[in-house]
């Protein structure tokens, strides 16, 4: 059971929009920056969103971030076939002094 | 541009001890960056298991820290995992990373490859 909870999957069809929400508490989320990963299969997470709602060089932006309150939300617009993956957030969590993980989304892009 | 290339053992015994380095070449252990070991169970999520810095400063995660001890070794510019009394459980991809040092919160811009450790008799 993952301290921050995301839902296990979502789906949209290509050219469309997606939100991944990110839930936790005010030890984690509420309190601390946000950072959104995405994972193809195989291969090693890539960071796509830090500190809530910035990217990185090199990241597209038709990935976008944002927080409010306990709760994290990454968008994606456009959404292209090469953009299935697993998708996790995640945080500092104050109370368990841990950097904690979201349980992964799974976007299918029908 | 700085790589991360895990290495290690890809079987170990159940109550032994998993050990694992991590090579950081394109650049110096010694910036302004904290190093990291996250893993990933077969089918699961991301666990932090904990970071270095190369003063040999650490963070563990609570969960772990009584199994996980992290060093670095500044000559061969590499830092390195050894987990303890393992179980089936620590069967995983161990992930080394890097901290974003841009970033005011915590979030890794650079990844190795992942190396597969299975825990088996």
């Known amino acids: 059971q993952s301290v921050l909870t995301q839902p296990p999957s979502v789906s949209a069809a290509p050219g469309q929009k997606v939100t991944i929400s990110c839930s936790g508490s005010?030890?984690?989320?509420?309190?601390?920056?946000v950072s959104w990963y995405q994972q193809l299969p195989g291969t090693a997470p890539k960071l796509l969103i830090y500190d809530n709602n910035k990217r990185p060089s090199g990241i597209p932006d038709r990935f976008s971030g944002s927080k409010s309150g306990t709760s994290a939300t990454l968008g994606i617009t456009g959404l292209q076939t090469g953009d299935e993956a697993d998708y996790y957030c995640g945080t500092w969590d104050s109370s368990l002094s841990a950097l904690v993980f979201g349980g992964g989304t799974k976007l299918t892009v029908l | 541009q700085v790589q991360l290339q895990e290495s290690g053992p890809g079987l170990v015994k159940p109550s032994g001890t998993l050990s694992l380095t991590c090579a950081v070449s394109?650049?110096?252990?010694?910036?302004?960056?904290?190093w990291s070991w996250i893993r990933q169970p077969p089918g699961k999520g991301l666990e932090w298991i904990g970071e270095i810095y190369h003063s040999g400063s650490t963070n563990y995660n609570p969960s772990l820290k009584s199994r996980v001890t992290i060093s670095v070794d500044k000559s061969k510019n590499q830092f390195s995992l050894k987990l303890s009394s393992v179980t089936a459980a620590d069967t995983a991809v161990y992930y080394c990373?890097?901290?974003?040092?841009?970033?005011?919160?915590?979030?890794?811009?650079?990844w190795g490859q992942g190396t597969m450790v299975t825990v088996s008799s």
């Open positions: 394109g650049g110096s252990i010694s910036s302004s960056n904290w």
């Open positions: 990373a890097r901290r974003y040092d841009i970033a005011a919160g915590d979030a890794f811009d650079i």
């Open positions: 005010s030890s984690n989320i509420g309190n601390n920056y």
